[in-house]
């Protein structure tokens, strides 16, 4: 069983800086994508910004050119540099795991608060 673990979160002012980091536990070496979504009040999930294990990567346009993301396989771990933070970025945000190969292998972390104010 995967378990996530996440962790930078917290409070920031606009224009600020902060980077997240999850650590997988339990996983597989098998091809995987790792993610980071995020959840605001009233909204909808949604895809930050994603990264399979061959290095493919993925990010929502809203945070293009100001988010970073990056893993270390050998510590399965996953981050997110998040630059340029603004107020609409404010939301729990989750780690996520999904292994290609094996049907239902999609793990989530119990999320971090990130707020950004103005």
């Known amino acids: 069983q995967v378990q996530l673990v996440e962790s930078g979160g917290g409070l920031v002012q606009a224009g600020g800086s902060l980077r997240l980091s999850c650590v997988a536990s339990?996983?597989?070496?098998?091809?995987?994508?790792m993610g980071w979504y995020r959840q605001a009040p009233g909204k909808q999930r949604e895809l930050v910004a994603a990264?399979?294990?061959?290095?493919?990567?993925d990010y929502a346009d809203s945070v293009k050119d100001r988010f970073t993301i990056s893993r270390d396989n050998a510590k399965n771990t996953v981050y997110l540099q998040m630059n340029s933070l603004k107020p609409e970025d404010t939301a729990v945000y989750y780690c996520?795991?999904?292994?290609?190969?094996?049907?239902?292998?999609?793990?989530w972390g119990q999320g971090t608060q990130v707020t950004v104010t103005s």
């Open positions: 339990g996983s597989s070496s098998s091809p995987n994508v």
């Open positions: 990264i399979t294990s061959g290095g493919n990567i």
């Open positions: 996520n795991q999904r292994i290609f190969a094996v049907i239902g292998a999609n793990y």
